[in-house]
């Protein structure tokens, strides 16, 4: 159920997310498209203003030089035109070419094409032409900075903006100038907006902010997950550690049971070797209780990352040479030889004795515990210096570990299939507890193992600096 669940949440995620990059997508295309529609009516429009602002300069330059002749515009029109009547008559021409398009026309036919004689960059009143187009812009909603470049009919540049800047120049506009005009006489202006970008995905700016929103959720989405499928393994490896330790109990229980009975029975004989022989009996598998007990109370003292640890300057050497000797006898009892290689010349690091007793005595432990049946046990412990730091080496060549199992020794309660299976008693915690303590000396430990053939531990410890 839970992995249903995290599949249906996971595709409703992944499809809200595409549908917002869908819906972002067709706002900043529509953007676009109604940004280059304006702009194209903008430009448009600017040029026609630029015709027309030449008519009328032209028709003002005739009705002040030429005053004289316009008797035959006059008549034309039905104007009674006087040399004292010129401003009036100016008047009604500005009137005519605003209102009139029937005049405008006439005007064109007649006048216009005269003045596109002149030169075409003579003709081109920059000025006027960036106002037109920055007021036709703004009139169209687009208040932007732009860059212009202007083109004769042969494709030369005659004029540029002053801060001409390329940014942006593959998405120029083009608007043919003096369209009217013969097609030698024509010319271009190309716009650019170095800000175009921007200013298309502002729109999306709300749709990217909750797209944004909607990453952060599916991120928390697989944490939770995540953490729900964490918590549900260390369920199962908690189960399996109190079926585990409900068998270590177990033994021992019965055991120190069956010893009290046959105490308590007056019905049978008991020498004095019966005696010692039961008590013990009692009394090793006390120890052995008491032992399983103080594992468990360790571990829980030391997830509070508040144990009092007694550093003191230690010679390492010293200390595994001891572990070995105590630990030879098991060793031998199972059959098996320790072989010491400590050839750290310089040995002493700042320990806790009894904790670093132990680290070196589980590794060992795990050992005689994980032996092969077919080959006799042979421990290595050796010790050398590098780099400034203790290295202490622990190998065996017993069962080995599987490279699956190996990234998780170090886990609490976890413990090899082998292990689950009764066949070697133990808890899950050893191992955790020697990574506990290396940590909490400032070293670090790290396992290496071959299926079949064994396991190493190796142990960088930082040397004691006087």
Excluded at 442 to 449: D, E, L, M, R, V
């Amino acid at each position: 159920m839970i992995w249903t669940i995290c599949l249906i949440m996971g595709v409703c995620f992944l499809v809200l997310l595409y549908l917002q990059l869908k819906y972002a997508r067709t706002m900043i295309t529509v953007r676009r498209e109604q940004f280059n529609e304006n702009v194209l009516r903008s430009l448009d429009a600017a040029s026609r203003n630029m015709e027309r602002n030449e008519t009328m300069v032209y028709l003002q330059d005739v009705v002040s030089l030429y005053g004289d002749s316009l008797d035959m515009y006059s008549s034309s029109y039905g104007m009674d035109i006087s040399m004292s009547g010129m401003h009036a008559f100016q008047r009604r021409i500005r009137n005519a070419y605003i209102y009139e398009k029937e005049v405008l026309d006439e005007v064109i036919l007649r006048v216009l094409y005269a003045s596109s004689e002149q030169a075409f960059e003579k003709r081109v009143d920059k000025d006027f032409l960036v106002q037109s187009i920055r007021r036709s812009l703004r009139n169209n909603g687009i208040d932007l900075i732009f860059h212009y470049r202007v083109f004769d009919s042969e494709g030369r540049e005659v004029y540029r903006c002053p801060d001409y800047d390329p940014t942006g120049e593959e998405y120029s506009y083009t608007q043919t100038l003096f369209r009217n005009d013969p097609t030698g006489r024509m010319g271009l202006v190309s716009v650019h907006f170095p800000n175009l970008n921007r200013y298309v995905l502002e729109v999306a700016n709300t749709i990217f902010l909750a797209l944004i929103f909607t990453l952060i959720l599916f991120v928390t989405f697989l944490i939770t997950v995540y953490l729900v499928v964490r918590q549900r393994k260390l369920t199962e490896l908690k189960n399996d550690f109190v079926s585990n330790m409900t068998h270590e109990f177990k033994t021992p229980i019965s055991t120190i049971s069956i010893a009290a009975q046959m105490l308590s029975d007056t019905n049978l004989q008991k020498s004095e070797e019966t005696y010692e022989r039961l008590s013990g009996v009692i009394y090793s598998e006390t120890k052995r209780l008491r032992y399983q007990v103080e594992k468990v109370l360790q571990m829980s003292l030391y997830d509070g990352d508040n144990i009092a640890l007694k550093f003191l300057p230690l010679d390492a050497n010293e200390l595994i040479d001891s572990v070995v000797q105590t630990f030879n006898i098991k060793v031998v009892q199972n059959g098996g030889s320790i072989e010491t290689k400590l050839d750290a010349v310089d040995s002493v690091v700042k320990a806790d004795e009894m904790h670093f007793t132990n680290i070196v005595f589980n590794l060992m432990d795990n050992a005689v515990k994980y032996k092969r049946d077919d080959v006799a046990l042979h421990l290595e412990v050796s010790t050398w210096n590098e780099s400034g730091n203790l290295y202490i080496q622990i190998s065996d060549n017993g069962i080995g570990i599987q490279k699956d199992n190996l990234k998780r020794i170090f886990d609490k309660f976890y413990r090899v299939h082998t292990g689950n299976t009764h066949n070697v008693k133990g808890s899950g915690l050893g191992l955790a507890y020697v990574r506990k303590m290396v940590i909490l000396h400032g070293g670090k430990i790290k396992a290496t193992s071959e299926f079949g053939k064994g396991t190493s531990f190796m142990i960088i410890l930082p040397l004691f600096k006087k």
